[in-house]
């Protein structure tokens, strides 16, 4: 079983970056696909980006991609993600989650942190 606690969000204006960040408890992190998803009111939760267990492939949802960068310490257990120009429409709450499928769906993953709210201004 594997604990997620995200930290890093916060109120920005649009066009600035944030730096989200998860660290992970237990030894299950070391083999888990672990992923960044948000969540707006309303909506369904989507993916933003996954990383593989080692750190050498990740995997963007398209309307990231060139904006966010995902990385990961497995030294010191955590999952970064790195946004930038963010917009309002990128307000949302942002999970990290962790599983063994890669995959983008977010059912395909198995142990979810609490979320962290991020919301956008303009």
């Known amino acids: 079983q594997v604990q997620l606690t995200e930290s890093g969000g916060g109120s920005v204006q649009a066009g600035r970056s944030l730096t989200l960040s998860c660290t992970a408890s237990?030894?299950?992190?070391?083999?888990?696909?672990m992923g960044w998803f948000r969540q707006a009111p309303g909506k369904e939760r989507e993916p933003v980006a996954i990383i593989s267990p080692s750190g050498g492939n990740a995997l963007y949802a398209d309307s990231w991609k060139g904006r966010a960068t995902i990385s990961r310490d497995r030294t010191k257990k955590t999952v970064v993600l790195q946004m930038n120009r963010l917009n309002p429409e990128d307000s949302a709450i942002y999970y990290c989650?962790?599983?063994?499928?890669?995959?983008?769906?977010?059912?395909?993953?198995?142990?979810w942190g609490q979320g962290t709210q991020v919301t956008v201004s303009s």
């Open positions: 237990e030894f299950d992190y070391m083999s888990s696909v």
């Open positions: 989650a962790a599983g063994q499928d890669w995959s983008l769906f977010a059912r395909d993953f198995k142990a």
